[in-house]
C-alpha cells in the first residue's frame, strides 16, 4: 500500500502545463517574446511551449513565429559546473566590424557587469 501512496503523491506533486489556445493566440498577438509566454502561461520548457505552438498552427492554419523561441539563448549565456562562461561571438559586430578569429578583448569588471573591450 506504501507504494501506491507514494505514487499518489508524485503524481499530485507534478506540474503538467495545459494547452491553452486562446491565451496563447493572446500572447502572439501581444508579439510576446518565448520567454515571456513561457511565464504567462506557465510552461518550464521552451519544447512545451514549441508543442503548443505547433498545435496551435495546425488548428489555426498559419505560420507564427515567436522570437527567442528557435534560439538557443545566445543572450543569456550560462556558466557551466566548471565556473566557464562561453560566449559565441560569430557574426557579432563591434564598431563597424565584424568580431574574427585571434580578436582580443580586454575584461573589466564593474558592479554588476563584465565589459569587453577590443584591444
Known amino acids: 500500500?506504501?507504494?501506491k501512496h507514494e505514487a499518489t503523491?508524485?503524481?499530485?506533486t507534478r506540474i503538467e502545463s495545459r494547452y491553452q489556445p486562446g491565451l496563447l493566440r493572446q500572447c502572439i498577438s501581444e508579439n510576446?517574446?518565448?520567454?515571456?509566454?513561457?511565464?504567462?502561461?506557465?510552461?518550464?520548457?521552451?519544447?512545451?511551449?514549441r508543442k503548443h505552438l505547433l498545435r496551435l498552427m495546425a488548428e489555426d492554419k498559419t505560420f507564427y513565429?515567436?522570437?527567442g523561441l528557435f534560439l538557443r539563448g545566445s543572450n543569456l549565456p550560462k556558466v557551466n559546473?566548471?565556473?566557464?562562461?562561453?560566449?559565441n561571438l560569430r557574426g557579432i559586430i563591434i564598431a563597424g566590424q565584424e568580431v574574427r578569429e585571434g580578436d582580443v578583448f580586454?575584461?573589466?569588471?564593474?558592479?554588476?557587469r563584465i565589459v569587453l573591450t577590443r584591444g
Open 106 to 112: 580586454q575584461l573589466q569588471i564593474e558592479e554588476d
Open 65 to 67: 513565429d515567436i522570437e
Open 32 to 49: 510576446l517574446s518565448a520567454d515571456s509566454m513561457m511565464e504567462r502561461l506557465g510552461i518550464l520548457h521552451k519544447q512545451t511551449l
Open 81 to 87: 559546473p566548471k565556473g566557464r562562461l562561453t560566449l
Open 9 to 12: 503523491e508524485t503524481e499530485s
Open 1 to 3: 500500500m506504501a507504494k
